[in-house]
């Protein structure tokens, strides 16, 4: 199939009325940051004098629900802010390309993918690196805030088809609309409940793959934050998921699950989860 051809064809599965192309202000060479990370990535973003630290502004607080974390990204401050905080040192510069390298692991369990919605895509920290592996992306988020320092970096980038400001409780795509939907650095914000609704959405826009972001319980931190609230040092439970948690919601939210991928193992409480959408009974 030729270039233009696919294009089209991901434009129309897409609903690309419905799709606002980045205004395109502003460099894209901030994607180096994931494909060469450390020394060159980390420098891109350190601001002289500065390292990121629990006042920035686009820190969240983390023991607040769902609701805040869902309207505390729609602020410029916070937006502008973000990556700096993210991966504004070598070695959150690392850290990102782990999760990078854990991404691609679970792509390749994948087949016959080549729309993806990247959902929520906040500033375009995976958009970019996806398209530059020749995925055709789409980018979509609540905060326009945050998809704006997105745009500005992917502007001339063929392969992502823009931006849909969305709530991923409802999304204003067609069934089937991507061959993947991939969700990073989010779910865990969100209470069990919604979370099969969300995912639930995510696996109805879905054609069929589904790769996401969970954080389990079975690593150090979890242990050691769970000790410290056993013996009155903490007062707010770490929520992370059990295996059994995970594959109950996915089983409600009609994903069945084919592979786990830790992105370290017991250091690290990331699990990158790739499923596939269950085809209703009775459908071909
Ligand atoms: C921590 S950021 C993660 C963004 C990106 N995936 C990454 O890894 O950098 C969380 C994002 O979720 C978005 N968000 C929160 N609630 C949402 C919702 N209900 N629907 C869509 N996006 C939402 C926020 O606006 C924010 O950009």
Known sequence: MSDAALLHRCAQRAGLSRI??????????????????????????????????????????????????????????????YDFHRWGTKERARRNARKWATILRGLSYTERVQTILDLPCGTGR?????????????????????????AARSEGIDRIWGYVQADAEGLPFPDGAFDCVMSIRFLFHIDPETRVEILREM??????WLILDYRHRYNYRYAMWTLKTFLGLRTTP???????????????????????IPVVRIFSDKWIVVCEAVTPEGDS
Do not use: H
Request: with cysteine; net charge positive; charged share 40%.
């Open 203 to 208: 696996a109805r826009v879905s054609r069929r």
């Open 238 to 260: 770490l929520k992370r998921v059990s295996l059994e948690e995970l594959r109950s919601e996915c089983s409600r939210a009609g994903l069945s699950i084919k592979k786990i």
């Open 126 to 150: 995976f958009t970019g690196p996806l398209s530059g592996r020749g995925y055709e992306v789409v980018g979509s988020d609540i905060s326009r805030e945050m998809m704006g320092q997105a």
């Open 20 to 81: 606002e192309r980045g205004d395109g202000i502003g460099p894209r060479t901030r994607w180096n940051l994931l494909q060469r990370p450390g020394k060159d990535g980390a420098k891109g973003l350190t601001i002289k004098g500065r390292r990121p630290s629990k006042d920035d502004p686009s820190r969240a607080q983390r023991d607040r629900e769902y609701d805040y974390k869902k309207r505390f990204y729609r602020s410029a401050q916070v937006a502008e802010d």
